[in-house]
């Protein structure tokens, strides 16, 4: 592979597609928390495999599980998330990396508005598939593995979904 991709781009592959279905069910809170709490489990390693040192990730999802406990207001969680967005950007010589942390800083943003959790997928998936078979793979091996991977992700907010939300987040989809 010449040059790897930065995340998943199909919008409308099934594995997207089911996720954003049941994202649209549930709450912000409910939202972010799935998506810091499987950052937390699943991207920080990859991160920190390749960035021992930098815990701007961590520090930006410590401030979003703050944020939901109500221990701290927006404007202070806000330059955290953004120091994970521009450790994202840093880390441009390695792709893997590079996703796990934008994946994390739009997991964190989540807190911000509600549509950010999809970068988990969009991004996440993708730096478990470079994480698994590495940035030389094929797309179609790539795509199989973070679609694979988008699975878990659904099975872990459907683990979590709260049936009949009566305050689903009012979510706009850009894409």
């Known amino acids: 592979m010449a040059r790897a991709r930065k995340m998943l781009s199909d919008w409308n592959a099934p594995y997207i597609q089911s996720l954003v279905k049941l994202i649209e069910t549930q709450s912000k809170a409910t939202l972010a928390n799935w998506a810091v709490d499987y950052c937390q489990q699943v991207l920080v390693p990859i991160w920190h495999k390749h960035y021992p040192e930098d815990k701007r990730p961590q520090k930006a999802l410590a401030a979003a599980k703050e944020w939901l406990a109500g221990e701290i207001k927006l404007p202070q969680a806000k330059p955290l998330i953004l120091e994970c967005h521009a450790a ?88």
């Open 88 to 175: 994202a950007r840093e880390a441009a010589d390695s792709p893997h990396a590079q996703a796990a942390a934008r994946a994390i800083d739009q997991s964190a943003s989540t807190i911000h508005s509600a549509h950010h959790c999809i970068g988990l997928a969009l991004y996440g998936a993708l730096a478990v598939a470079y994480d698994m078979l590495g940035t030389k793979a094929s797309w179609e091996e790539l795509e199989q593995c973070a679609a694979e991977e988008c699975g878990r992700m659904l099975a872990a907010l459907q683990a979590v979904a709260v049936e009949d939300e009566p305050n689903p987040a009012k979510i706009k989809w850009n894409c």
